[in-house]
């Protein structure tokens, strides 16, 4: 069974930047896309961005486009998300998630997932 492991969250001033990691081990390294999930106290999880496994194609929420980036290495099994320009709306448990099927990826209802690593950002 795929585990899935995040770290490098921890506590940042506004305008500073993480870099969070996501390992992947057990099953096979193939997967149609790795994503971050984010969920702040009181709030609904909230979709972060994705990156496809071949090919690279990425996407963004909205909130963080222009100042997240989301990678991966194939060698290493491992997608990460730079965060860079952090607002203190930032603040919240980060997950990660992956799916070999692109119907679930489409749809947000990923197969696998962290157990989420905590981010907050002073103001």
């Known amino acids: 069974q795929v585990q899935l492991e995040e770290s490098g969250g921890g506590l940042v001033q506004a305008g500073g930047s993480l870099r969070l990691s996501c390992a992947a081990s057990?099953?096979?390294?193939?997967?149609?896309?790795m994503g971050w999930f984010r969920q702040a106290p009181g709030k609904e999880r909230e979709f972060v961005a994705y990156?496809?496994?071949?090919?690279?194609?990425?996407y963004y929420a909205d909130s963080v486009k222009g100042r997240f980036t989301i990678s991966k290495d194939n060698t290493k099994n491992t997608v990460y998300l730079q965060m860079n320009e952090l607002k203190p709306e930032d603040t919240a448990v980060y997950y990660c998630?992956?799916?070999?099927?692109?119907?679930?990826?489409?749809?947000?209802?990923?197969?696998?997932w962290g157990q989420g690593t905590q981010v907050t950002v002073s103001s």
């Open positions: 990156i496809q496994w071949s090919g690279g194609r990425t």
């Open positions: 057990g099953g096979t390294p193939t997967y149609y896309a």
């Open positions: 998630a992956a799916d070999r099927n692109p119907l679930n990826v489409a749809r947000q209802r990923y197969t696998y």
